[in-house]
């Protein structure tokens, strides 16, 4: 075989279906292995953090160190391993509070093993119910949040918004669904991305969440596919319009949103009920699961809310929603622009403190 037939075949090959087969198989393996030697190192690392937090602990009680020790101890550390960062005095007191908020080796198994150690650092810094951090660590597992994403979540208090909406689903939707669905919702959702008045309309408050439909996507949670504003269902010659309509990729059905620039009102379950079961018969795959309303008004009564849906046979969720009320002309030149904050050292880049200290 001459070296013309020699690369011809190899050339057949590298096009083939084999070849490209095997290229996926390899990438897929390699990143996967990428994956688990990132998380390795990490949890790695944030058990040594952990041990020099536990020593410190232990030291301070058995000698009565004083609070200087730690600046001679991130120097000393510095100087043996200067290669290493994370060894300044304010990331050693990280290590120490950590170890105070975890006081024995169990935590290693738990969430917080594995996520970044800045996501604990802000965990530590952001909350101090030890509950409360470990459902935000757990939830950062869950759907990879950024440490921007996990401050963005923690100070829209997340955590106290979920599960709260009035829902029918115990009774609407089979347990698996209905557990996931009531997680699903939060009341009351956070609007304040809107530069909208409080006594905005609907029409309005639509417009602005199309506007910042990545912003509204973020606060809705992870899993919502948006499909349409104003959607047109036509129902027996008639013209209905909805008015948002997304797709729940965990929840594999459709999610139909009303707003409501008002108190909550019996007849808007009705008017929900009839859409959800037009969006069944006319836009639901045979493999959907039952399509779920969502009422979000500007107030509820809660006993009113529950009242209305004791008798409604479409699952429906009714929450709160909060816009906060703009500021005086007057009253916003006091505040701090955007430019301004962001030069505010934070402890989000505890390496970059250690390259000055």
């Not at 290493?84 to 198994?109: D, I």
């Not at 010659?237 to 929840?251: I, K, N, P, R, V």
């Not at 969502?294 to 509820?300: A, D, E, G, P, S």
């Amino acid at each position: 075989m001459n070296n013309r037939q020699t690369r011809s075949t190899f050339g057949n090959a590298v096009t083939g279906p084999g070849y490209d087969k095997l290229l996926r198989d390899l990438k897929a393996r390699i990143s996967r292995a990428q994956i688990k030697a990132g998380l390795a190192v990490n949890a790695e690392l944030v058990r040594l953090f952990w041990e020099i937090g536990k020593g410190i602990l232990i030291q301070e009680k058995e000698q009565g160190w004083g609070a200087r020790v730690i600046d001679k101890l991130a120097k000393d550390l510095k100087a043996a391993f200067p290669e290493m960062r994370g060894f300044s005095a304010r990331n050693l007191r990280y290590m120490k509070s950590f170890a105070e908020a975890y006081p024995n080796e169990q935590f290693l198994q738990a969430a917080p093993a594995k996520i970044t150690w800045y996501h604990n650092c802000t965990l530590l810094d952001k909350v101090k119910d030890p509950d409360e951090r470990h459902w935000y660590a757990i939830k950062t597992i869950e759907f990879g949040w950024s440490r921007d994403i996990l401050v963005l979540q923690i100070e829209s208090r997340l955590y106290a918004r979920q599960g709260q909406s009035a829902v029918n689903f115990d009774r609407t939707l089979p347990a698996p669904q209905s557990d996931l669905a009531r997680q699903i919702l939060k009341d009351p959702y956070n609007f304040d991305f809107l530069s909208l008045d409080t006594e905005a309309h609907e029409k309005d408050i639509e417009k602005g969440l199309l506007d910042q439909i990545r912003l509204f996507l973020l606060e809705l949670g992870v899993g919502f596919a948006f499909v349409g504003s104003q959607y047109h269902l036509g129902v027996a010659g008639e013209d209905f319009y909805l008015d948002l309509l997304f797709y729940h990729l965990q929840l594999r059905c459709y999610i139909v949103i009303e707003l409501k620039a008002a108190q909550f009102k019996p007849e808007y379950t009705g008017k929900m009920n009839f859409y959800l079961s037009a969006v069944d018969d006319l836009l639901r795959h045979p493999d959907d699961k039952p399509s779920i309303g969502m009422i979000l008004c500007k107030t509820k009564n809660k006993i009113v809310a529950e009242y209305a849906l004791r008798d409604t046979n479409k699952p429906i969720g009714i929450s709160e929603y909060k816009i906060t009320e703009l500021l005086p002309e007057d009253f916003r030149g006091s505040l701090p622009t955007i430019e301004e904050l962001e030069k505010t050292l934070t402890i989000d880049d505890i390496a970059a403190a250690d390259s000055e200290e």
